[in-house]
C-alpha cells in the first residue's frame, strides 16, 4: 500500500507537483493521466527515489521511503519506463537477474527465477543470451516487466510503459501483461497521457494539471461526474488533445 502525502517538488521556480495527496490500495493500480509536463514522471519518480521531493512524504507498506536504504527500496519497488529501459551492454539473462544479484539472490534461485518469467511472459529462452538491441519493441517491453517483476515486490512503477509500442502491438501487449495474475496481485502505479489506456487498465485514476490532482476516482466516476470541465474535456476530447 502506497501513501503519499502532501508532495511538492519544485526545480528552481517551477514548481512541478504541489500537494499531492493519494493512497493506493494493496493490489491495486492507479494510473497518473495528464498532457505533457503536467507532473505525472516527477510524481512517480519521488515515489522510489529518483527525485527528492520539495515536502511531503512517502509512506510504502507502513515505511517511509526517504528512510529506506537503496538496496532495501529496490527490493520492495519495480520500475518500469519506455521501452523497457535495458541497459544495452546486458544481455536478456543479465537484466532479469540484475535485482536478484543485488540482493544476493543464489545463482539457482536466479536462474529458476528467469525460466519463470520467462514461461509467464511468453518469451522463448532462445532470447536469453541476446542483448536488447536484437529484440523487438515488445519482446524488450516484456523483459523490462520480467526485471521488475524478479524479486516479486509488492509496488511496481510503470512510466508510459507501452509507448514506444505501435498502437497495435500496445495494445496487445498492454492486454497480455496486466493479465498476468503476478501483476494483477501487484500495487501498480502507471503514468500514461493516453485516456484509452487509462480507461482499461485504472482502478482509478488520478488526473493531473499543472502539478496538482484535478479528480481521482474509479474511471466510470471521472467519466460519469467530471469533477471540472477539464476533466470533462481531457476525457472526451481524447487523442489531439493529449498528443500535443
Ligand atoms: N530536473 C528538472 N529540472 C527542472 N525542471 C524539471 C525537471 N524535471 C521536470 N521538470 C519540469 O517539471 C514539470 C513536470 O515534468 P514531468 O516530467 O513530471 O511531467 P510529465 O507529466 O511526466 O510529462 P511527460 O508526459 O511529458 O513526461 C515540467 O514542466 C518539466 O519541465
Redesign the pocket.
Known sequence: MIEVRKLTKR??S?T??QDVSLTVGRGETLVLL??????????LKMINRLIEPTSGSIQVDGLDVQQQPSPALRRRIGYVIQDGGLFPHYTVADAIATVPKLLGWETARTQERIRELMDKLQLPTSLLMRYPAELSGGQRQRVGLARALAVHPPVVLMD?PFGALDPFTRKHVRRELFGLSELRETTVVL?T?DVNEALELADRIAL?DK?RIVQIGPPDELLTNPATDFVRDFLDDKPHRLHD
Open positions: 526545480f528552481d517551477h512541478a507537483v495528464g498532457t505533457s509536463g503536467c507532473g505525472k514522471t516527477t510524481t508510459e503514468v497521457h493531473m502539478g
